[in-house]
């Protein structure tokens, strides 16, 4: 074989790889662990798209979109998956985000409509106890903040959890949320920067509860066997939470993102979300038997616009009662 002709056929498997299309998702930390939504979602996506599939992380849900208003167009990312309502408004106005083109999913339990940012799943925020441990749990925030129990949020600045509990407690409680901080301010153990972070803190004994979601007892019920986790409910109602996917205007790969887009309500894509991301699917999918065993009676929301104006007070009002 003449060499300039063996040297092409060694060539051709590096031709066709490097003609597989490759689409990057920035997404937060804990989609893409083991545990997590992200090797599920990898391979089936690549079954069907003939492309290269990458995760990037950037930290928990509110610091994504931090780092995309610092990249700009120059990111890297052409999907963001994890913004939530109580970012879609700052997120809009970057003008970094294009339509997505899809219909509004219809399992959400409020009507959402958002030319660049749809829906995947959702749940409601709620504080996750050990009933073995605490036998009478909290009924509202004024009762936790009279308790004793140490409790462990997340820094509203980096987590939508965080940010969440702001807008819980401005939902419930408006110009008097103030007085709702000075009652829980001895109650809180430590702010974590992620969720991850501080239900590690939680499991390992370190506060007696935890910020995260109604449906965070089911992951010991189904994976674990272990029925000792609940949620507190609280009468004034519980603030919902509904992630979202957009599509970056910069993208390199805009028709295999709008692909990525509609895959995202998929049953493929949805009918892994409860058993590992573990909150509700945004499409009408059957749940894991076990799954939830009761939801709450009041739910909560801000518009998206109602978020954004709420933020800058809601944050200041955090930060008076943590320098108590």
């Given at each position: 074989m003449r060499p300039f002709l063996a040297a092409c056929l060694a060539s051709l498997p590096l031709a066709a790889a490097a003609e597989t299309p490759v689409l990057t998702v920035m997404t937060y930390d804990s989609f893409?662990?083991?545990?997590?939504?992200?090797?599920a979602v990898e391979k089936a996506f690549e079954e069907v798209c003939g492309c290269d599939l990458r995760f990037v992380t950037g930290g928990d849900g509110a610091a994504l979109l931090a780092r995309l208003?610092?990249?700009?167009?120059?990111t890297e990312a052409d999907v963001v998956l994890g913004l939530d309502n109580n970012l879609t408004a700052q997120a809009r106005a970057t003008g970094l985000f294009a339509p997505h083109g899809e219909a509004a999913p219809t399992?959400?339990?409020v009507a959402f409509e958002d030319d660049l940012f749809l829906p995947w799943d959702w749940g409601w925020f709620a504080f996750v106890y050990d009933r073995t441990k605490t036998a009478m749990p909290p009924e509202d925030f004024r009762a936790l903040g009279d308790s004793d129990l140490k409790i462990v949020i997340q820094d509203p600045r980096s987590s939508t959890p965080g940010l969440g509990l702001l807008m819980w407690v401005k939902a419930a409680y408006g110009d008097r949320a103030p007085e709702i901080w000075t009652g829980l301010s001895d109650n809180i153990l430590t702010v974590t920067p992620g969720w991850s972070e501080a239900y590690g803190l939680f499991l390992g004994g370190e506060a007696d509860m935890v910020l995260s979601y109604t449906t965070s007892p089911a992951y010991h019920r189904l994976a674990e066997k272990d029925d000792s986790k609940d949620w507190a409910e609280f009468a004034e109602g519980h603030y919902l939470q509904i992630e979202v996917a957009g599509i970056l205007a910069s993208s390199k790969q805009p028709e295999l993102a709008k692909e990525f887009i509609a895959f995202t309500q998929s049953p493929a894509f949805q009918s892994v979300i409860p058993e590992t991301n573990w909150m509700y699917p945004a499409t009408e999918i059957a749940l894991p038997e076990g799954f939830e065993t009761h939801r709450p009676a009041k739910s909560l929301l801000l518009t998206a616009d109602e978020a954004l104006e709420a933020r800058g007070p809601a944050l200041a009002e955090?930060?008076?009662?943590?320098?108590?």
């Open positions: 893409t662990t083991e545990w997590g939504p992200g090797p208003q610092l990249e700009g167009a120059a399992g959400l339990p955090w930060q008076a009662s943590l320098g108590q």
